[in-house]
């Protein structure tokens, strides 16, 4: 990923990058501002928090949330992949990202670019590129018809993403309980 992006998200701008899935409207999760911001481009229901981008399983503890041994093993045979795994986060600091769910999904990618970006920008908050309600984005052109101007960047322009989104795994509970059958059979 382009040294450009990587400021034009430091300095609190949204973009459209290619993720592991489908291509996703980012930003960093640790800015409030920037966060918000995609919420209201997105027009996202209230109480339904975004998937955060992670490099590694460590950057939970950014986050207040240090899982379980049983939690550790499942998401070592889970990621990095396509599952996003719904965790507690009960930390009020993060509520501008929780939305007063007190949880939060996370997702540890494989692609080798896209975690590149995210050791460089920290957390991303990475909903797929789509307005609630519409089918996600395969083309730039799309995305642009969606967003125009009130995305910062494209990235990626000319690949077709054509995956589906990540399945969806809620270690809330005592055994993992799948919310979402998606890219991978869980």
């Not at 993720?19 to 996202?44: N, Q, S």
């Not at 018809?145 to 000319?158: E, P």
Request: hydrophobic letters at 40%; aromatic letters at 6%; one cysteine or more.
């Amino acid at each position: 990923m382009s040294v450009r992006l990587v400021s034009l998200l430091k300095r609190g701008g949204i973009a459209i990058v290619p993720t592991d899935t489908l291509y996703g409207i980012v930003a960093r999760a640790f800015d409030r501002k920037a966060v918000r911001r995609l919420y209201a481009i997105r027009r996202k229901t209230p109480k339904k928090p975004f998937i955060v981008l992670i490099s590694s399983t460590k950057e939970l503890a950014t986050f207040g949330i240090r899982p379980n041994a049983a939690s550790l093993r499942f998401l070592s045979r889970v990621w990095p992949g396509k599952v996003s795994v719904i965790l507690h986060c009960p930390s009020k600091k993060f509520a501008y990202l929780h939305l007063g769910t007190r949880t939060l999904a996370f997702r540890l990618p494989k692609s080798r670019r896209l975690i590149e970006l995210l050791k460089k920008t920290g957390p991303l908050v990475a909903p797929s590129a789509n307005p609630e309600g519409e089918k996600p984005a395969q083309t730039m052109s799309q995305a642009k018809k969606y967003f125009a101007r009130a995305v910062d960047a494209y990235q990626g322009a000319g690949k077709k993403m054509t995956g589906t989104a990540s399945t969806v795994i809620s270690l809330l509970g005592s055994v993992p309980k799948v919310l979402r059958q998606g890219a991978i059979r869980v």
